[in-house]
């Protein structure tokens, strides 16, 4: 929608982009342009003509049209990074609601100068032999943290403290501790030095195989030409993606380009990020949640002073302002936390696409279990696929064992364990060796199943479960469909069904129970509260400090324990039955990484996945590694009952304080759209998690196979929520 007036601003420092400055329009330019726009203004009193960016349009102004001045030009090319931040946040309004300025806010760098950031960096001052004869000493004396620093010093001279006291979960105290005694010293500096120094020949040549090859002279090919491609690596861990990552930045590099390589948080571990660090020194760096603001300034100012070619993080690396970028890797791209739950909320791979267009990159995504929508794309010709079908690490996949839960109960046991599951854990102590059990809380439970047959009571719309509220009524979150409680199994007539429950805790009080003196970790929301205390559990338990991990779905990422040769998943049908279209992948995804957990080092793995449904295809894939066959069956339904990626889906999120009020402003706005006859609307209904901090919450849905028709429904919502000027908040979400 665009005015008479446009709202402008002339620096797009973060900290000053809510001061914007009214102009007029000319009719000869109301064509070209948009929100976005870089336009020249006259400013101030000299009106000297600057640059500006258009933040959005109106039809009236609060100033006196005789006072406000003309925009002058409209620059069309693209020139420089603010010009790409500014059209990239652009299209992220574009696509995913909100304001320019939110927008510009999530693209931009906070301006935070820190006095002067020190670099430390710890550097052995003792050899070889005396620190592996200190390693031992510690070994014996379960001094664990410092064997775990000794042993990283074996192979390097010199570490970036902020690896070893983050992802390492090494404390100050202990660095401090073998500072005392002679063993290293504390290099503080202004500048990066190179941060890890391995011993002579340690970072070595790339070993690629045939495979991998495939895809690194591809690139390389293109890069020659000077063109940009689009490559989705499908590969099981272990399969050399890492490597391949490695050498296509060398490439992107040689050729004088940047790049920005995408890990989510919890995959960021020390031993990948060293991986990086060897190979290219001083020339990488790191964003992550532990930086201070100051300090992510820093790192963004080096990257656009060009000091640092390569910038490894989280999804909001993704806007490191590099001049010559290249390349843009996103690693593990199925992961959940590549979408922003904050207005924007956007996905990172799909905002990386836009990027690549704004600035000539290649992107890259890698994926042991791709996500739909890459595969969607790849099958559809706009992504190249590869397969890494070989594992460089030796090991074979696990046995793995489905345990059907209902069987159990016939069989009259009503524990929590198979009998398989307990044989196996059983044997592991005996032979000293590690297991791991995985509880699948994606989402909550709240769903109603049958123990005797496996029934789940779901929507005769929507195929998803419903959900039980606390006055015993059963809710479908997408369309609002409601059915009393049944006390019986509709399909056997058991009186077993009900809710679905088990905690981390409950599984840790029973281990204890069965067996006394069993030594537990647990992971999970609770126990992970405290900064570090993530890392810390992975050591311990690495350390061999306990027989049996108990997590949440953190624990199946990232890390490598090679004493663990049993992995347990001890409800499937938690994020079977999560109550929202994407419980198939989502279960499939952490199916497979949880029981490649299992034998990661020399000795062979087995895996139990204890479910009520055996026969659902994303168990059954999953047990068979077979990411093809579930991809099949996926897309079938999605296409079937048109979820994304066979169709765009828009919510429309509601939240306020008062329920009624909520309620009525989700359906008039749904009535907006509703009233456009070719249009799927679902809902409104409570959302899957109605209530938050005293904030109800409704939502809505618009299914379409047409993005552009999404959008501009959206554009009409917005145009209604303006006119309303509402108290609650409304939250948009674009798939
Ligand atoms: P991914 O990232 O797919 O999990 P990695 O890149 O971490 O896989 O590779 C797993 C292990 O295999 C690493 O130790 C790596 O050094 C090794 N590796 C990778 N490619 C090869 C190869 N072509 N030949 C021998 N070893 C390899
Ligand atoms: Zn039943
Ligand atoms: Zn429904």
């Not at 496996?454 to 929507?462: A, S, W």
Request: proline share 3%.
């Amino acid at each position: 929608m665009k005015g008479k007036y446009a709202d402008i601003i002339v620096d797009i420092a973060h900290e000053k982009l809510d001061r914007t400055f009214s102009y007029i329009v000319p009719e000869s330019f109301k064509d070209s342009v948009d929100i976005g726009s870089a336009v020249m203004i006259p400013f101030g009193r000299g009106d000297r003509l600057i640059k500006g960016y258009i933040v959005s349009f109106s039809d009236t102004s609060d100033y006196d049209e005789s006072r406000l001045k003309c925009i002058n030009d409209v620059i069309d090319e693209n020139n420089g990074i603010d010009d790409r931040m500014v059209k990239l946040a652009a299209y992220m309004r574009a696509r995913y609601g909100g304001t320019l300025i939110q927008s510009l806010k999530t693209v931009l760098p906070m301006r935070k100068k820190a006095a002067q950031i020190e670099h430390r960096t710890v550097i052995r001052t003792a050899d070889t032999e005396s620190i592996t004869a200190e390693y031992g000493e510690c070994i014996r004396k379960h001094r664990t943290a410092q064997a775990r620093l000794l042993n990283e010093l074996r192979e390097a001279e010199s570490l970036p403290y902020e690896l070893l006291t983050g992802k390492l979960g090494v404390s100050a105290q202990t660095i401090k501790a073998l500072e005392a005694r002679g063993l290293i010293r504390i290099e503080r500096s202004l500048s990066y030095r190179n941060p890890v120094k391995l011993k002579d020949g340690s970072a070595g040549e790339l070993l690629l195989s045939k495979e991998q090859l495939n895809i690194t002279d591809s690139y390389k090919e293109a890069l020659d030409k000077g063109e940009s491609v689009r490559y989705l690596i499908h590969g099981i861990t272990g399969s050399g993606k890492t490597n391949v990552y490695i050498k296509l930045i060398d490439d992107a590099l040689k050729a004088g380009g940047q790049a920005i390589v995408l890990i989510p948080e919890i995959a960021l571990t020390y031993q990948t990020l060293k991986r990086f660090y060897s190979h290219f020194g001083e020339r990488v760096s790191v964003l992550n949640s532990t930086l201070s603001p100051a300090e992510k300034y820093d790192q963004c100012k080096r990257a656009e002073n060009g000091e640092i070619d390569i910038m490894i993080g989280p999804r909001s690396a993704l806007f490191t302002p590099f001049k010559k970028l290249k390349l843009i890797i996103i690693d593990e791209e199925h992961e959940n936390s590549y979408k922003s739950e904050m207005t924007p909320k956007y996905h990172a791979r799909d905002v990386a696409i836009r990027l690549s267009e704004l600035s000539g990159a290649s992107i890259v995504l890698g994926s042991a279990t791709p996500s739909v929508d890459a595969y969607y794309k790849a099958k559809a010709g706009e992504f190249t696929l590869f397969t890494l079908k070989e594992r460089h690490t030796g090991q074979t996949l696990p046995d793995v064992w489905v345990a059907d839960m209902r069987d159990e109960l016939m069989a009259g046991n009503k524990s929590m364990f198979s009998r398989r599951l307990s044989a196996l854990i059983e044997d592991r102590l005996s032979k000293g060796e590690q297991s791991m059990l995985f509880l699948n809380r994606r989402g909550y439970a709240g769903f109603i199943s049958c123990r005797e047959c496996g029934e789940v009571i779901k929507c005769i719309h929507c195929d998803v479960s419903l959900s039980l509220h606390k006055n015993g009524i059963l809710v479908c979150h997408y369309c609002g469909y409601e059915i009393p409680r049944p006390r019986l199994c509709p399909k056997c007539n058991s009186k077993y069904i009900g809710e679905f429950k088990a905690g981390t805790e409950q599984v840790e009080e029973k281990l204890k129970m069965l067996y006394p003196g069993i030594r537990t970790l647990r992971m999970d929301g609770d126990t992970t509260k405290k900064k570090d205390s993530y890392e810390n559990i992975l050591s311990a338990f690495a350390n061999n400090e306990a027989d049996v991990l108990i997590g949440t779905q953190m624990i199946v990422k990232g890390h490598d324990f090679p004493n663990v040769t049993c992995v347990g998943v001890i409800a499937a049908d938690m994020s079977l039955n999560a109550q929202e279209y994407t419980a198939g992948e989502r279960t499939f995804e952490l199916l497979v990484q949880a029981v490649g957990r299992a034998g990661r080092g020399d000795k062979k793995g087995e895996a139990v996945i204890q479910t009520y449904q055996p026969e659902h295809y994303a168990v059954l894939c999953a047990q068979n590694q077979d990411y093809e066959g579930f991809y099949e069956e996926e897309i079938a339904f999605r296409e079937i009952c048109g979820y994304p990626p066979a169709a765009h889906m828009l919510s429309v999120m509601i939240m306020g304080k008062y329920e009624e009020s909520v309620k009525s402003l989700a359906e008039t706005l749904a009535l907006v759209v509703k009233c456009d006859k070719d249009f799927k609307v679902v809902g409104p209904a409570p959302a899957a998690i109605g209530k938050i901090n005293d904030v109800y919450r409704y939502v809505f849905y618009m299914k379409d196979e047409s993005e552009r028709k999404l959008l501009s429904a959206r554009e009409r919502i917005e145009d209604e929520i303006k006119k309303l000027s509402p108290t609650e908040q409304i939250q948009f979400d674009f798939i």
